[in-house]
């Protein structure tokens, strides 16, 4: 019998179960279905891989990835929200009884009877059938998972509050110097927590936008207004009088003006 030129196949699905697979079959045994690997094979692999590769690069020309102002730990008004691949677990999160008090059944129970069934899946079914339609339990499985992850992916985009997220993740210049000791021992430790690390609002408004003047400022801190608490038994009249200061002298800032004051000094202190 006529020999190949010595290579064997590894792995080709389309080269029939042989009932001896020990024995490694010369590529002449298959006429018609075979390539060199060299130059052949590796031209088509090269050529599909740029073509993905050109396509991601377009991509990611077309739809830049969205820079949103610097992480602050401070603020708890900020809502974050996963990667797309992600959205399906976080709104799963949001549904009563895998939110609150059910956490745990949220976080770990359902996404470990997934992972689990995922595992033991040649277990659960270990059907020889290779044709999905003759293996309905399995295939009905995978198709409402599919459906869920899809429905809750969307459900999760169609429901999120974009509005919100792109004003917190706004990134503002301002002159608010981060060192002051204003900011760094009153305001830090009453204020950011709902109007955000840089003042730029969080669950409390932006406070840096609207012109606001000193009195106005103090008659909100003195006497709180809907969700926002008083403080005048928390800080005493001179704290309130700064802080009032501090807050009215806010403004917006051309992107270079910041770059020398904030900007500068949130580097420096990290
Ligand atoms: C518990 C959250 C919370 C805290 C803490 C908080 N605020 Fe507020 N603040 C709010 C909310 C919410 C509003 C909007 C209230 C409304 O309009 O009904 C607000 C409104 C304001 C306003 C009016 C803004 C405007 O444009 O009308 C000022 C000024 C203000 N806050 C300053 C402060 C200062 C200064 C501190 C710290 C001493 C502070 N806030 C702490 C939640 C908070």
Not at 114 to 137: C, F, M
Not at 155 to 169: L, P, R
Not at 188 to 197: L, P, V, Y
Request: glycine share 8%.
């Amino acid at each position: 019998m006529k020999r190949g030129k010595g290579l064997t196949f590894v792995g080709d699905s389309r080269v029939q179960k042989y009932d001896k697979p020990k024995l490694n079959r010369d590529y002449s045994e298959f006429p018609g279905r075979t390539e060199e690997f060299y130059p052949d094979f590796l031209l088509k692999e090269w050529v599909t891989g740029a073509v993905f590769l050109i396509g991601f690069l377009c991509l990611t020309v077309a739809h830049p990835a969205p820079l949103e102002r610097v992480a602050d730990p401070t603020d708890t008004g900020y809502i974050p929200l996963p990667d797309w691949y992600f959205l399906f677990l976080y709104q799963i999160l949001k549904y009563t009884y895998a939110s609150g008090p059910f956490n745990i059944i949220g976080a770990i129970v359902m996404p470990g009877i997934a992972v689990g069934a995922l595992l033991l899946a040649p277990w659960l079914d270990n059907s020889k059938e290779r044709k999905w339609t003759r293996r309905p339990v399995t295939a009905a499985m995978m198709l409402i998972s599919f459906g869920i992850i899809f429905y809750t992916t969307w459900e999760s985009v169609a429901y999120h509050d974009w509005e919100t997220q792109n004003q917190q993740g706004q990134i503002v210049f301002s002159n608010l110097d981060t060192e002051d000791p204003v900011f760094q021992d009153i305001i830090r430790s009453n204020c950011t927590s709902c109007h955000g690390g840089e003042l730029t609002g969080g669950s409390g408004p932006n406070l840096i936008e609207p012109d606001l003047n000193a009195e106005t400022v103090q008659a909100f801190v003195e006497n709180g207004t809907g969700e926002m608490p008083a403080f005048k038994d928390q800080l005493t009249d001179e704290e309130i009088q700064q802080v009032s200061e501090f807050v009215a002298n806010l403004e917006l800032t051309s992107e270079e003006d910041a770059t020398n004051s904030t900007n500068d000094s949130d580097v420096s202190e990290e």
